[in-house]
T-cell receptor, first 113, second 112 residues
Framework: GAGVSQTPSNKVTEKGKYVELRCDPI?????LYWYRQSLGQGPEFLIY????????DSGLPNDRFFAVRPEGSVSTLKIQRTERGDSAVYLC???????????FGAGSRLTVL | RKEVEQDPGPFNVPEGATVAFNCTYS??????FFWYRQDCRKEPKLLMS???SGNEDGRFTAQLNRASQYISLLIRDSKLSDSATYLC?????????????FGSGTRLQVQP
């Protein structure tokens, strides 16, 4: 696609529920990143994919968070047993080849009640 | 200590003013530096890369001081449309991570 697409744009859920957030990167971009941004803060790194594999998942806060990219394109961030502290905007970004510049999607705003 | 630190502001300046933001980073092995702009409730977008020799793009000038580990952004002749949050961004290649580390941002409000 022309840009990074993220769905849903908004998600409201109850504490303890399971949530999936989807990212469709720019066509041809091999690297895909997930970041989380809380109000008044900068984006915080969660996980980075190079192709299908997670090259660095050191930013995932705990084992309730998991992400996949089975075919090297679309990625899904999965959050189990959501907590109120998980409320944030989840940003996906992609980049091409060896470039350092990231192109972000519009984000998925998650609210856990 | 945060990897990337910025003054959160807000910086309130009149139209036409010159304003400068600084940012410090803690990892001396950092290799790549950027300024991203983020409008309210929007995603971050690349404003400009920062090169060792300094670089300019229209009204925007970025400088890097490796010895002191800080980056600056200067905006001349501020426009109302420059109102946004400016994010300082660093990539430290020695970690093996190809992810960018973001500061918390400096908010700029340009007033008529």
């Amino acid at each position: 696609g022309a840009g990074v697409s993220q769905t849903p744009s908004n998600k409201v859920t109850e504490k303890g529920k399971y949530v999936e957030l989807r990212c469709d990167p720019i066509s041809g971009h091999t690297a895909l990143y997930w970041y989380r941004q809380s109000l008044g803060q900068g984006p915080e790194f969660l996980i980075y994919f190079q192709g299908t594999g997670a090259a660095d998942d050191s930013g995932l806060p705990n084992d309730r968070f998991f992400a996949v990219r089975p075919e090297g394109s679309v990625s899904t961030l999965k959050i189990q047993r959501t907590e109120r502290g998980d409320s944030a905007v989840y940003l996906c970004a992609s980049r091409v080849g060896g470039a350092n510049v990231l192109t972000f999607g519009a984000g998925s705003r998650l609210t856990v009640l | 200590r945060k990897e990337v630190e910025q003054d959160p502001g807000p910086f309130n300046v009149p139209e036409g003013a010159t304003v400068a933001f600084n940012c410090t980073y803690s990892n001396s092995a950092s290799q790549s530096f950027f300024w991203y702009r983020q409008d309210c409730r929007k995603e971050p977008k690349l404003l400009m890369s920062v090169y060792s020799s300094g670089n300019e793009d229209g009204r925007f000038t970025a400088q890097l001081n490796r010895a002191s580990q800080y980056i600056s952004l200067l905006i001349r002749d501020s426009k109302l449309s420059d109102s946004a949050t400016y994010l300082c961004v660093v990539n430290a290649m020695d970690t093996g991570r190809r992810a960018l580390t973001f500061g918390s941002g400096t908010r700029l409000q340009v007033q008529p």
